[in-house]
């Protein structure tokens, strides 16, 4: 799946004696009215004029119109219920230029027991961007914070560039929960479908049980593009499935996505009460989702990096792409396949080609750079450049509870100083040949060092005598992707190296 080209992220209300704007996606031909924390809702909402609260606006505007808030800081929350249509075109509720509106939820209660300081519930064609949300909180396991939330049916929604931070559950216990930005496709007939959410920032969160940023039941064809996520006390960003989300199990996972080029840092639920002194946050989650690409990712300081599982017995996730992303400095594992114990789910037909995997279980799990645990089955693993930490595991299958868990070729590991550990239905081998023939995978893989340009920085392109370089196999773009991590062609000639990065 390639991404859109979006629209500026930048506020792009337009400024009196602008004509009307065509900006990616959207033609705005209808009205703009702008709000402003010194204004009036008995004003006419003009620019000189401008409206006082952001519900007044959205309850006053159609398909076509523009919203365009003014700086400042609205203690309000604003729920979206009628949005813009295909013909008459989107409502776009935006920053104005230069200037940076607050949606604060001190004091702010929280209706239905799960609420948003922005909600879009059952609305097709909007567009929210260039707002901060912040300071949503709770002391009750019965309320659910969330910064941005949508909810219920609906297309071409897009959420881009917004700040939210400081969403928080002082609950106990993993009936505490709270989100930054979540997405719930609740119905059965329709979905959440045609969803960008782009070049967002989400921080500072204290979640409990729940994720920083979601998307579960019935949610398709969505992109998860260019956003960071950071020092938060659970996963970063979730695809979920089978949680009874959706009415009904044969629409109840998000499906038909995109995750590409986010940045996601500092994510550790050590600590948090409802886990205690466990590192079990991921950086990326694909839980009983399917038909998922996740590429061009940087994931660092985070628990888990990324993981393609399911916590459901008899479901998987399937059908996954995990390509050309850098997975470094985790305290356990780099990426995961397969449930976390034998009576929940797995993961199946989940193809892990041309990461960068380095320094990962700095907490000393033992659980490796790669890992293969429960109901795995048909997966893939190739192409990709492992450095083990100081534990020197680069390779944990610790379980053999299926004939074929992965299909393993043409990688390069390094163990550095460390005595090298390839774990294989089991059992442990400590060299690369005593590996190949005990598993009879790997027979093209290598064993050297990767040659780094800078591990302290890090930067984790190869050098041009890299043993990386030119080693891998092309297994064509539809499996590689087009690009590298960092935007260059992903093939350039026959050959392709081995790792996030081309030369």
Same mark, same amino acid.
């Given at each position: 799946?390639?991404?859109?080209?979006?629209?500026?992220?930048?506020?792009?209300?337009?400024?009196?004696?602008?004509?009307?704007?065509?900006?990616?996606?959207?033609?705005?031909?209808?009205?703009?009215?702008?709000?402003?924390?010194?204004?009036?809702?008995?004003?006419?909402?003009?620019? @000189?004029?401008?409206?006082?609260?952001?519900? *007044?606006?959205?309850?006053?505007?159609?398909?076509?119109?523009?919203?365009?808030?003014?700086?400042?800081?609205?203690?309000?929350?604003?729920?979206?219920?009628?949005?813009?249509?295909?013909?008459?075109?989107?409502?776009?509720?935006?920053? =104005?230029?230069?200037?940076?509106?607050?949606?604060?939820?001190? &004091?702010?209660?929280?209706?239905?027991?799960?609420?948003?300081?922005?909600?879009?519930?059952?609305?097709?064609?909007?567009?929210?961007? $260039?707002?901060?949300?912040?300071?949503?909180?709770?002391?009750?396991?019965?309320?659910?914070?969330?910064?941005?939330?949508?909810?219920?049916?609906?297309?071409?929604?897009?959420?881009?560039?917004?700040?939210?931070?400081?969403?928080?559950?002082?609950?106990?216990?993993?009936?505490?929960?709270? +989100?930054?930005?979540?997405?719930?496709?609740?119905?059965?007939?329709?979905?959440?479908?045609?969803?960008?959410?782009?070049?967002?920032?989400? %921080?500072?969160?204290?979640?409990?049980?729940?994720?920083?940023?979601?998307?579960?039941?019935?949610?398709?064809?969505?992109?998860?593009?260019?956003?960071?996520?950071?020092?938060?006390?659970?996963?970063?960003?979730?695809?979920?499935?089978?949680?009874?989300?959706?009415?009904?199990?044969?629409?109840?996972?998000?499906?038909?996505?995109?995750?590409?080029?986010?940045?996601? =840092?500092?994510?550790?639920?050590?600590?948090?009460?409802?886990? &205690?002194?466990? =590192?079990?946050? %991921?950086?990326?989650?694909?839980?009983? @989702?399917? !038909?998922?690409?996740?590429?061009?990712?940087?994931?660092?300081?985070?628990?888990?990096?990324?993981?393609?599982?399911?916590?459901? #017995?008899?479901?998987?996730?399937?059908?996954?792409?995990?390509?050309?992303?850098?997975?470094?400095? $985790?305290?356990?594992?780099?990426?995961?396949?397969?449930?976390?114990?034998?009576?929940? $789910?797995?993961?199946? !037909?989940?193809?892990?080609?041309?990461?960068?995997?380095?320094?990962?279980?700095?907490?000393?799990?033992?659980?490796?750079?790669?890992?293969?645990? +429960?109901?795995?089955?048909?997966?893939?693993?190739?192409?990709?450049?492992?450095?083990?930490?100081?534990?020197?595991?680069?390779? /944990?299958?610790?379980?053999? %509870?299926?004939?074929?868990?992965?299909?393993?070729?043409?990688?390069? *590991? *390094?163990?550095?100083?460390?005595?090298?550990?390839?774990?294989?239905?089991?059992?442990?081998? /400590?060299?690369?040949?005593?590996?190949? $023939?005990? #598993?009879?995978?790997?027979?093209?893989?290598? #064993?050297?060092?990767?040659?780094?340009? %800078?591990?302290?920085?890090?930067?984790?392109?190869?050098?041009?005598?890299?043993?990386?370089?030119?080693?891998?196999?092309?297994?064509?773009?539809?499996?590689?992707?087009?690009?590298?991590?960092?935007?260059?062609?992903?093939?350039?000639?026959?050959?392709?190296?081995?790792?996030?990065?081309?030369?």
């Amino acid at each position: 799946m390639a991404s859109v080209l979006l629209a500026s992220t930048a506020g792009a209300c337009p400024i009196p004696g602008d004509t009307l704007l065509e900006t990616g996606f959207e033609i705005r031909s209808g009205t703009v009215r702008y709000v402003a924390t010194n204004g009036s809702d008995a004003n006419a909402g003009t620019a @000189s004029l401008p409206w006082r609260h952001l519900q *007044y606006a959205a309850d006053h505007v159609g398909a076509g119109d523009t919203v365009c808030a003014r700086g400042g800081v609205y203690n309000e929350r604003l729920s979206i219920t009628s949005g813009g249509s295909d013909l008459g075109g989107e409502i776009v509720v935006e920053a =104005y230029p230069g200037e940076q509106p607050i949606l604060d939820g001190t &004091g702010l209660s929280i209706p239905g027991g799960q609420w948003g300081l922005i909600t879009l519930e059952d609305v097709s064609r909007v567009v929210v961007r $260039g707002f901060e949300l912040r300071n949503y909180t709770t002391a009750s396991t019965a309320q659910v914070p969330i910064g941005l939330y949508v909810t219920g049916a609906g297309h071409g929604i897009r959420l881009i560039g917004n700040h939210i931070h400081d969403i928080k559950t002082t609950a106990s216990g993993c009936a505490a929960n709270a +989100f930054g930005l979540k997405v719930d496709g609740t119905r059965l007939a329709t979905s959440i479908s045609e969803l960008v959410i782009a070049g967002n920032e989400i %921080d500072h969160l204290v979640l409990g049980c729940s994720e920083s940023f979601s998307l579960d039941g019935n949610v398709e064809h969505w992109q998860i593009v260019g956003n960071t996520v950071h020092d938060t006390n659970n996963i970063a960003i979730g695809a979920i499935g089978f949680e009874g989300v959706a009415p009904d199990p044969s629409v109840d996972q998000a499906r038909d996505g995109l995750i590409a080029d986010n940045l996601v =840092y500092n994510i550790s639920s050590f600590g948090n009460p409802a886990y &205690g002194n466990e =590192y079990a946050a %991921d950086g990326i989650y694909i839980d009983g @989702s399917t !038909r998922i690409v996740i590429e061009r990712n940087i994931v660092h300081h985070v628990d888990i990096g990324i993981e393609v599982a399911s916590e459901h #017995s008899g479901r998987t996730s399937s059908d996954v792409i995990v390509r050309s992303n850098l997975v470094y400095a $985790g305290n356990s594992v780099g990426i995961s396949i397969g449930g976390y114990a034998a009576n929940v $789910g797995g993961s199946e !037909r989940v193809t892990i080609v041309n990461n960068t995997l380095y320094d990962n279980d700095r907490a000393d799990t033992y659980s490796g750079e790669f890992q293969i645990q +429960f109901h795995a089955t048909d997966n893939v693993f190739k192409n990709n450049i492992v450095r083990a930490s100081a534990s020197g595991v680069l390779v /944990n299958a610790f379980t053999a %509870d299926t004939a074929n868990p992965a299909a393993m070729d043409r990688n390069l *590991y *390094y163990a550095g100083a460390a005595t090298p550990a390839w774990i294989w239905k089991g059992v442990e081998y /400590n060299t690369l040949p005593g590996y190949v $023939g005990g #598993s009879g995978q790997d027979a093209g893989a290598v #064993s050297a060092n990767p040659q780094f340009v %800078d591990t302290a920085t890090p930067d984790l392109r190869v050098l041009p005598a890299s043993p990386a370089v030119g080693a891998g196999l092309n297994l064509g773009t539809a499996i590689v992707g087009t690009r590298d991590v960092a935007g260059q062609a992903r093939i350039q000639g026959a050959q392709i190296d081995l790792g996030a990065y081309e030369q």
